[in-house]
C-alpha cells in the first residue's frame, strides 16, 4: 500500500503564493473566515494523531518543533519509527507521560479558505466536564470511530454532549481506514449503525468520512476533487474540503432579532453615553429602534462608536459602543435588543445542568449564576431526573455528581433576560458559581421559563406608584397572614382592617376562601397548584400595593420558599409577615369548619399540619400567639407594629 | 448578512475580554513587554475602551537589558497615547551579580524578570493583569484558559483550571489571588502580523532589518546594542542586515539576517521560515517542559 498524501500539493501551492505574491497571499489569507470545531474521540481513535496530520498538512509545524517532536517520539512515542503526532498536541508534561490528554486544548491552523480552532478534548468518561467546555463555542464537532472496533458507549456520549450543546454539524470521521484494509462493507456497516443511534437521540444529519489520521486519506482532496485511490467507493467531501465550506453558526445567529447584552457603559465625558457590549444575534444600524430589557424603556440607535469611525451597520459577533436618542437607564447587565421583538425577562426556568465539580451539586443552595453580563444569585431544585450518559435513561436523583447531567428547575433572586437555548447559545447558556470556593462548579442550559407571562413586556406609567400613594397619603403595605388552617388568621385580619379602616386608610383584605371562589377557582390542593394559588395572590397584592393601598392577605401558606417568592416581589420594607402562631392541637380542637376531622379521617388529602408539612417563619417581622392574646389585643398589637405612634 | 473574517472575530472576542476585566476587576493592569503581541494587545484595548482611553495602566518589567530602540519606542508610545507607564526592575541586579554572561539563564529570568513581576503586581495591589500570551506559542500556553488564577504567591495550577464556557468568564476570586488575563489566547503569530500590517499599528523598528552591530555566539546572532555587551577574545563586531521576530533581553536575544523592511516581506519571511518564533529565545531551551515549570512559578 502506498503512503498517499495530496495535502503536499495544496501545501505546495501555497508555498508558491507566498513565495512569488506574498501580497496576493495576505489578500487572500485576510478575508478568511473563521470555523471553530470539536474532535472527540475515544483514548485509541487516533484524534491527537488526526489533528497533528492537520497543523503538519497545513504547515502548523516548524522544523525545530519537529526535531522536538521527533526526540519525543523516541522517547515516549508508540507508533515506531516514525513520527507520532499525538505528541504534538498533548501538551501537559504529566499528561505526556500518561499518554492520554487529559484537559480542553486549542490549536490552529489555517487553510487557503479558512482559519480554523480546535478544541482537542479527551475521551474518557470522568471528563464530560472538558467536553461540554470545548463544544460550547464549537460550530462543528469531528467524531472520531476506530473503523475496527465501530460504534462504541464513548461515540454515543459524545454524540450526544454535543448535540446537548446544540452543534448542529457532525462529522462521524470513520478512522484507521488504513487497518481495515480500505474496506467498504466495514464503512457502511458503521454508518447504518450511528444512523439508528443518531435517529434514536434527535440528531438529524451527519457527514460520514472514512479516514486515516496516519496515512492521510481523504484529510484533504485531490486538486481533481476525488477521493483518496484507497476509497474509490467513496464519494463524498475529504474531510478539510467538508470544515472549509460548511455554514458558520455565526451567519446564523445574524438573521435573528438582534440582541447586545450591555457590559460595560463608556461616559468620558458628559457628552458621551455608550453602552458597549458584543452583539449576540441580528444586526444594527442607525435610526433602529430598541427595547433596554428588563425594564422596557424604549429608544433609537444613535450611533455605532468605535475607534475606526462610526459604523453604518453592525453584525453579531462584533464588539461594539452603541449610543441612544434618549437618555434611558442602561447598566451592565441590561441587554439592547431590537424593540418590536425583545427576548424575555423571567426568573424560574426549566434547565439542564452540567456539573463540572467534585463537590456535588446542593440543591436549594444559592449560587451565583453568571448569564451574558447578568450575575444574580440562583437556587437549583432537586433535579427532576439524571440523564445517563450511556444509555440516555432517566434516572431518580436527589443531586447532581461531577460529570452529572440533569433536568431541574431554576429559580434566580431577579428576573434575568433569556432566550431558550436552542434559539441563542449566548443568552440560553449559563454557568454557576459556588459563592464560597468561586470555582465555576456548573453549566446549564435553559429550555423555557416556567413564568406564564412570558412575552408580555413591562408597559412603563407616568402615575408611579408613588403617586398613588401619596394621594392616599399612606404607605402601601402587604400583611402577610400564615398559620394553620383554624389558627385565626381571617379573623384577625379583618379586626386590624376595620382598625385601619377607622383611621381613615385604604385598605383591601384578600381572604384564602374567597379568592378560591372567583381568581383561583380553577386550581386543587395538589403542591404546584398551591404554590401557584399563592403566586396568583403575590402578584394581585403587588398590583394593589402599587395602587397604592394597604393589603391584608390570610393564606395558610404553609412553605417558605413561597412566602419568600411575594416577598421578593414587593419593594423592601413593604412587605410584613404576620405569624399567627397557634399549636396544632389547639387548631384542631377548635376545627371551626370542621376540615381537621375530615383530614383526619382520610376524607381530605395534603391537609397542611396532619399529612402536608407547616414551615413555621424563621423572622416573621410580627409573631402574634392566638393562646396569650385574644382577637382585639393581637389586631392591637398589629397596628401598634405598622402604625408606631408618633 | 456579512461574513466576519477571522480578524474581526478575534478582534471582537479580544474586545469583549478587555471589557469583561474592566467590569469585574477592581484594579486591572496590562503587561507591556513593548513587543509585537503587546502593541497588538494595547490597540485593541484602546479600541474596547473608545472613545475613553484604557482605563488601567501599563506596567513594564524591564530587565535592564532592554534594547535602547525598545525603550525609546515605549516611551514615545506611552507619550503619544497618555498612558498611565509603571516600570518594574530588580534595582539590586548589579549587587547580585546578576547579568546576561554570567547567570544562569533560569536565574536570570526568576531574579530579572519573575520577581520584579511578581513584586510589582503585590505592590501595588493589582488583582487583574492581561498579558499576550497565545496558545499557538506552545504546548503549555495552549491548555491554559483566557481568565488564568494565581494563588497569592502568583503560582499557576494547571490541574486545577477554570472551565471557561461559551464566552463566560469567572472572575470572581478568593482574597489574595490574582487573575492573568489573555485577551488574544486565540490569535496566531500570523494573525498577529497580519492584523499589525491592517491596522498600520506602530511597532519597535527592531522587527525591520537594518544594518546593526553583531557577533555570532552559540548559534545565535547577537546584537551589540550598548558597550555594556561584553565581547570574548578575538570577538569583532560585524555588521550585518539583521531583524527580530521576538524581543528579549538584548544579549540573549537571537536577531535573524533579513532583508525584509516592511510588512509583506516580513510576514513572507515567517510563512516560509522553517524555525518557530521562540527559537531565538535562550529561555526556552533546556528540557521541552520548561515552559510550563515557569508558568508554575509565575513567569507569565
Not at chain 1, 39 to 45: E, L, M, P
Not at chain 1, 166 to 180: F, Y
Not at chain 2, 206 to 229: A, C, K, N, Q
Request: charged share 25%; hydrophobic share 40%; with cysteine.
Amino acid at each position: 500500500m502506498t503512503d498517499h498524501s495530496p495535502t503536499q500539493d495544496s501545501s505546495f501551492q501555497t508555498e508558491a503564493l507566498i513565495a512569488e505574491d506574498i501580497d496576493a497571499y495576505l489578500d487572500q489569507h485576510q478575508h478568511k473566515s473563521l470555523l471553530r470545531f470539536i474532535t472527540c474521540g475515544s483514548v485509541d481513535d487516533g484524534k491527537s494523531t488526526l489533528i497533528g496530520r492537520l497543523l503538519f498538512d497545513s504547515k502548523m509545524i516548524f522544523e525545530d518543533q519537529l526535531a522536538a517532536l521527533h526526540s519525543d517520539s523516541q522517547k515516549h512515542g508508540t507508533q515506531g519509527e516514525e513520527i507520532d503526532f499525538a505528541l504534538l498536541v498533548d501538551g501537559l508534561a504529566a499528561e505526556r507521560e500518561q499518554g492520554i490528554t487529559i484537559d480542553v486544548a486549542y490549536r490552529f491552523f489555517t487553510t487557503e479558505k479558512r482559519k480554523f480552532i480546535v478544541a482537542d478534548t479527551p475521551g474518557h468518561e470522568q471528563y464530560t466536564r472538558n467536553m461540554v467546555t470545548g463544544a460550547s463555542t464549537a460550530d462543528l464537532a469531528v467524531i472520531l470511530v476506530d473503523a475496527r472496533k465501530g460504534i462504541l458507549e464513548q461515540t454515543k456520549r459524545h454524540s450526544f454532549l454535543v448535540h446537548l450543546l446544540g452543534i448542529k454539524h457532525l462529522v462521524l470521521a470513520v478512522n484507521k481506514m488504513d487497518l481495515v484494509d480500505y474496506d467498504q462493507a466495514t464503512f457502511d456497516a458503521i454508518v447504518a449503525d450511528y444512523t439508528s443511534f443518531a435517529d434514536e437521540i434527535g440528531i438529524e444529519r451527519f457527514t460520514a468520512i472514512p479516514i486515516s489520521g496516519f496515512k492521510g486519506d481523504n484529510i484533504t482532496a485531490a486538486p481533481s476533487g476525488a477521493a483518496s485511490p484507497n476509497t474509490p467507493w467513496y464519494n463524498g467531501p475529504a474531510l478539510i474540503d467538508h470544515l472549509e465550506t460548511v455554514e458558520i453558526a455565526n451567519f446564523a445567529a445574524q438573521a435573528r432579532s438582534f440582541r447586545m447584552p450591555v457590559q460595560w457603559v463608556n461616559r468620558p465625558n458628559l457628552d458621551f453615553r455608550g453602552f458597549a457590549g458584543l452583539i449576540t444575534d441580528g444586526a444594527i444600524k442607525p435610526g433602529d429602534p430598541v427595547r433596554v430589557v428588563p425594564a422596557g424603556k424604549t429608544s433609537t440607535v444613535k450611533s455605532i462608536a468605535t475607534f475606526d469611525g462610526d459604523l453604518d451597520e453592525a453584525v453579531a459577533g462584533q464588539s461594539v459602543t452603541l449610543t441612544l436618542a434618549d437618555e434611558v437607564d442602561c447598566s451592565r447587565g441590561d441587554v439592547i435588543a431590537l424593540a418590536e421583538d425583545p427576548p424575555e425577562a423571567s426568573d424560574q426556568f426549566e434547565t439542564t445542568i452540567v456539573w463540572m465539580s467534585d463537590e456535588a451539586l446542593k440543591p436549594g443552595r444559592a449560587y451565583w449564576l453568571k448569564l451574558g453580563s447578568q450575575m444574580v444569585s440562583a437556587t437549583v431544585a432537586e433535579p427532576k431526573y439524571e440523564i445517563c450518559v450511556n444509555t440516555f435513561e432517566h434516572l431518580a436523583a436527589k443531586t447532581l455528581e461531577l460529570n452529572g447531567i440533569g433536568v431541574a428547575e431554576l429559580r434566580t433572586d431577579k428576573p434575568i433576560v433569556f432566550e431558550a437555548y436552542a434559539k441563542s447559545r449566548q443568552l440560553g447558556g449559563f454557568i454557576l458559581i459556588d459563592k464560597f470556593t468561586n470555582a465555576t462548579v456548573g453549566a446549564g442550559l435553559i429550555h423555557f421559563s416556567l413564568r406564564r407571562a412570558q412575552n408580555v413586556h413591562w408597559q412603563p406609567t407616568t402615575i408611579t406608584r408613588d403617586d398613588h400613594a401619596a394621594l392616599k397619603n399612606q404607605k402601601p403595605l402587604l400583611l402577610w397572614f400564615t398559620g394553620l388552617s383554624g389558627s385565626g388568621k381571617s379573623t384577625i385580619a379583618n379586626a386590624v382592617e376595620q382598625r385601619l379602616n377607622l383611621m381613615n386608610r385604604h385598605t383591601f383584605l384578600l381572604d384564602g376562601d374567597n379568592v378560591r371562589h372567583g381568581l383561583n377557582k380553577d386550581l386543587g390542593f395538589t403542591e404546584t397548584d398551591r404554590i401557584e394559588n399563592i403566586r396568583r395572590v403575590g402578584e394581585v397584592a403587588k398590583l394593589m400595593t402599587d395602587a397604592g393601598l394597604i393589603v391584608l392577605t390570610a393564606f395558610i401558606s404553609p412553605f417558605r420558599v413561597e412566602r419568600q417568592l411575594v416577598r421578593d416581589m414587593i419593594p423592601d420594607g413593604e412587605f410584613v409577615e404576620v405569624f399567627v402562631d397557634t399549636p396544632l392541637e389547639v387548631a384542631e380542637q377548635r376545627d371551626v369548619k370542621g376540615l381537621y376531622k375530615k383530614a383526619r379521617s382520610g376524607e381530605l388529602k395534603n391537609f397542611t399540619g396532619i399529612d402536608s408539612p407547616y414551615e413555621e417563619p424563621e423572622n416573621a417581622e410580627i409573631r402574634v400567639n392566638t393562646v396569650e392574646m385574644t382577637v382585639e389585643q393581637a389586631a392591637d398589637h398589629i397596628i401598634a407594629q405598622i402604625m408606631p405612634l408618633k | 448578512m456579512r461574513q466576519l473574517t477571522h480578524l474581526e472575530r478575534l478582534e471582537a472576542e479580544s474586545i469583549h475580554i478587555f471589557r469583561e476585566v474592566v467590569a469585574e476587576a477592581e484594579n486591572p493592569v496590562m503587561l507591556y513587554s513593548v513587543g509585537k503581541d503587546s502593541s497588538v494587545m494595547l490597540h485593541l484595548a484602546r479600541k474596547a475602551f473608545y472613545p475613553s482611553p484604557p482605563p488601567f495602566p501599563m506596567l513594564h518589567v524591564a530587565s535592564g537589558w532592554d534594547f535602547k530602540a525598545l525603550l525609546d519606542h515605549r516611551d514615545k508610545t506611552v507619550a503619544e497615547y497618555n498612558l498611565e507607564l509603571i516600570v518594574a526592575q530588580n534595582e539590586d541586579a548589579e549587587e547580585q551579580g546578576v547579568n546576561p554572561f554570567d547567570t544562569g539563564s533560569a536565574l536570570y529570568s526568576q531574579a530579572q524578570l519573575t520577581d520584579p513581576l511578581k513584586k510589582a503586581l503585590t505592590k501595588h495591589g493589582f488583582d487583574a493583569a492581561f498579558g499576550g500570551g497565545r496558545r499557538d506559542e506552545e504546548k503549555a500556553r495552549a491548555k491554559e484558559r483566557v481568565f488564568s488564577f494565581r494563588t497569592a504567591s502568583h503560582r499557576w495550577d494547571p490541574k486545577n483550571q477554570r472551565p471557561e464556557l461559551w464566552n463566560l468568564y469567572n472572575a470572581k476570586k478568593n482574597k489574595d489571588e490574582s487573575i492573568r488575563v489573555f485577551p488574544i489566547s486565540n490569535w496566531t503569530e500570523l494573525d498577529i502580523w497580519q492584523y499589525i500590517a491592517l491596522e498600520k499599528i506602530d511597532i519597535v523598528p527592531l522587527y525591520m532589518s537594518s544594518p546593526r552591530p553583531t557577533v555570532e555566539r552559540d548559534g545565535l546572532i547577537l546584537v551589540v546594542d550598548d558597550d555594556r555587551f561584553r565581547l570574548e577574545d578575538g570577538e569583532e563586531p560585524v555588521e550585518r542586515s539583521v531583524r527580530f521576530r521576538t524581543l528579549g533581553c538584548y544579549p540573549l536575544t537571537g536577531a535573524t539576517e533579513s532583508d525584509a523592511t516592511d510588512m509583506s516581506t516580513i510576514i513572507q519571511e515567517m510563512l516560509l521560515a522553517t524555525g518557530s518564533e521562540r527559537q531565538g529565545r535562550a529561555i526556552d531551551k533546556g528540557q521541552s517542559a520548561s515552559m510550563e515549570d515557569k508558568k508554575q512559578e509565575g513567569y507569565f
